[in-house]
């Protein structure tokens, strides 16, 4: 079964606390954190998961943005131009996208909007910080 498939199955709170955990440890062990992040698979299953209509995106954005300093820095990271991609759709806010993302509610669907925001801002900031 593919990690993807057992995520379908989450409840959100639970994919809030496992998203807080992961984000809390990376940030006590900081640049260390980079090689793992670029060996494992968890960039490459936050994108698939923010790929599909669920309830979890807020979290996983989140997330995304907690980790970001250290999974931009090794080229071995493919996914940047299939996250920006879903990064914008996921910023664009109005009552149809609330349907097209599989949101619940409006609550759920501006806190997507506001944590992809956020994440479109701090990865700028990187990069800009990363080019001077």
């Known amino acids: 079964m593919k990690l993807i498939e057992i995520h379908k199955d989450l409840d959100s709170d639970f994919v809030g606390r496992a998203s807080n955990l992961i984000s809390a ?3 006590v062990v900081k640049e260390q954190s980079c090689e793992f992040l670029n060996k494992s698979s968890l ?3 936050l ?3 923010l790929k599909e209509k669920n309830q979890n995106k807020s979290h996983i954005f989140s997330l995304v943005g907690d980790i970001h300093p250290y999974i931009f820095d090794d080229a071995r990271f493919n996914s940047l131009s299939e996250l920006c991609r879903l990064l914008t759709i996921n910023i664009r ?3 149809s996208n609330i349907a097209i ?3 619940s509610d409006q609550d759920q669907s501006i806190s997507v909007c506001n944590n ?6 701090e990865i700028a900031v ?7």
């Open 47 to 49: 994108v698939d998961i």
């Open 93 to 95: 806010y109005n009552d």
């Open 126 to 132: 990187s990069l800009t910080l990363k080019t001077s």
């Open 116 to 121: 992809a925001c956020w994440v479109v801002g």
């Open 25 to 27: 440890i990376i940030h």
């Open 101 to 103: 993302a599989g949101f």
């Open 43 to 45: 960039v490459g299953l």
